[in-house]
């Protein structure tokens, strides 16, 4: 509890700069800024739900542990459309379900330890520290702590490197890419931790024939898991990302010279129909749109697009959509071309 108490204290003090080194932009500071301000107020829950669900596993209750994952995950699933659409908090509203959903995940884990189904007892005559135990605790998860660290950095190198070659945008294309290795990872992760009380237990009793077996059971299982994951990704890479290109039709013509490469535009028309989360950009909203091509390459984007035309030269003009003077934004142009209220 004191290091998850240390944690939100350092985040909140380093909290724009760590947030700039992790990737946010100008468009996306704003929303980053809630979202980890509410993270970090309510991290002592994930450090007494996460930690004290490790040593039910390692008392042996490997079920309760897992009821222990679909309580939280089952919480936020549940929480998270409340609060972000019926509530209409956005991102905030995600935090508020992630926080909630561990307050009940630590409620969860303490109850055990406070009843009798825990081998162990939360008591404060218990709580003596001794260097001996802490050593052997810190010896133990040195190595995965390491792993954790090295993953953080590797991806502040990543998104620093998208921010300056590709904006926000390539940005959220890594994070859908993330996503779905992610849910791969976390697969061979549980069967990892499913087998550690295994191959503990066994490796005190001295049957190293058991370690041996589950070892490489685990090993196996991964390995399947992995290859199934890679070739589905390869076979059916949009579904497996949730993004298809059809679903911004017409994307060469509207933005010539970025055909293959719809993740690195700077800007354009939000496509309609997907769902946003971010309140700057709606389904049909404008914003800003690449430089057209050489009027002899390819028909300029109003040959085809006839009423949109007027709100996207505009903005080129350093007005604003429907107003040729500039200044205010009016009346705007949604994405059936319709002019609607500002």
Known sequence: MAISLGITVLGLLAR????????????????????ITIILLGNVFQGIGFGLNNVIRAEGHARTAMFTMIVGATAN???????????????????????ISMAITSTWVTAHFAGRGGGLRLRLANMRWERRIVAGIFSIGMAPFAMQLAGSVINALFNFQLIRHGGDLAVGAMGIIN???????????????????????????????RVRRALKLAVVSATAVTTAGFLAVEIFPGPSSGSSTAATPGFGDRYPGHEDTPGRLSG?????????????????QDFHVPEPAAPGDRPHPAARHPAADSGHRRCLAGGAPGRPDGRGRDRGIDSQGDQKAG
């Not at 459309?81 to 935090?95: D, E, N, R």
């Open 77 to 99: 699933a549940l929480l998270d459309p409340l609060f972000i659409f019926v509530f209409g908090m956005g991102v905030a509203g995600a935090a508020v379900a992630t926080v």
């Open 179 to 209: 996503s779905v290795a992610m849910m791969i990872v976390f697969c061979v992760i549980a069967i990892n931790m499913a087998s550690q009380p295994v191959v503990g237990f066994n490796y005190g009793a001295r049957q190293f024939k």
């Open 268 to 284: 354009g028309r939000v496509p309609g129909g997907q769902l946003q989360l971010l309140p700057g950009h709606r389904p049909g």
């Open 16 to 35: 724009d700069r760590i947030l700039a080194m992790f990737g946010a932009g100008p468009e996306t500071m704003g929303y980053a800024r809630q979202y």
